[in-house]
């Protein structure tokens, strides 16, 4: 029996992009995620996942070596077009956690990694690939088109009126499987809502970097057959 592919998932929430992770293969799962409230329910939805309530940026530097994949999706909103250029928001300085885990994860890690966040207001300090709303920082080739599935996603100026964004909301549920009203946390429904990663797209790169990392072992495997 092979042994479970160790994976770190990191700023958990409610886990979007692991939702269909153990159709790619037998997983065990660490998830990080500093919420508690989105902790809670992540146990709840992956029951064998091991949950830890922590600064997920701390974690990776101290356990990075203990896994065979990590994900990481660090916070967006100071990064995000729509808090650059909308005057209600106030000004921040765009986190650069982002980029040390980038650079870290490039010089560091032996196995396959999956960086992701929004497309930002600025251009890109490293280069990702684009795919859908969203930019992937990895050390491996994603396919072009991740997922197949849609959802539509209103603009900042109807998310003021509530029906329309709890109309989103439901819609959201439906494309990601899962009723955010259970949340009951310090956080807006609508941005974890919004954040989550297409389960679809999540399998499809857990599922690239496995095959890569399988090609990879079997061609060292015949390599030193022959020596």
Not at 17 to 33: I, L, Q, S
Not at 35 to 45: G, H, K, T
């Given at each position: 029996m092979e042994n479970k592919y160790k994976i770190l998932n990191l700023y958990?929430?409610?886990?979007?992009?692991?939702?269909?992770?153990?159709?790619?293969?037998?997983?065990?799962?660490?998830?990080?995620?500093?919420?508690?409230?989105?902790?809670?329910?992540?146990?709840?939805?992956?029951?064998?996942?091991?949950?830890?309530?922590?600064?997920?940026?701390?974690?990776?530097?101290?356990?990075?070596?203990?896994?065979?994949?990590?994900?990481?999706?660090?916070?967006?909103?100071?990064?995000?077009?729509?808090?650059?250029?909308?005057?209600?928001?106030?000004?921040?300085?765009?986190?650069?956690?982002?980029?040390?885990?980038?650079?870290?994860?490039?010089?560091?890690?032996?196995?396959?990694?999956?960086?992701?966040?929004?497309i930002p207001y600025y251009e890109p300090l490293i280069t990702a690939q684009k795919r859908d709303r969203h930019l992937y920082w990895t050390n491996f080739n994603l396919p072009n088109i991740l997922s197949n599935r849609k959802v539509k996603i209103g603009s900042n100026k109807t998310q003021e009126k509530t029906k329309v964004k709890n109309h989103e909301i439901k819609n959201l549920c439906k494309f990601h499987e899962f009723d955010f009203f259970k949340y009951k946390g310090q956080q807006r429904l609508d941005k974890i809502a919004r954040n989550l990663v297409d389960y679809e797209a999540g399998k499809a790169i857990l599922e690239t970097a496995l095959n890569i990392q399988k090609a990879n072992n079997t061609k060292q495997k015949t390599i030193f057959d022959y020596i």
């Open positions: 958990a929430c409610l886990g979007g992009n692991r939702y269909k992770w153990d159709e790619v293969t037998d997983v065990e799962v660490t998830a990080v995620e500093l919420d508690p409230e989105a902790a809670r329910l992540y146990q709840e939805r992956f029951p064998n996942d091991k949950v830890i309530v922590a600064d997920a940026h701390q974690y990776l530097l101290d356990h990075y070596k203990e896994f065979d994949f990590i994900w990481s999706s660090p916070p967006c909103p100071t990064h995000s077009r729509a808090r650059a250029y909308n005057s209600r928001y106030e000004p921040l300085y765009p986190d650069m956690k982002l980029y040390q885990e980038i650079i870290f994860l490039q010089t560091r890690f032996k196995g396959k990694y999956c960086i992701e966040n929004v």
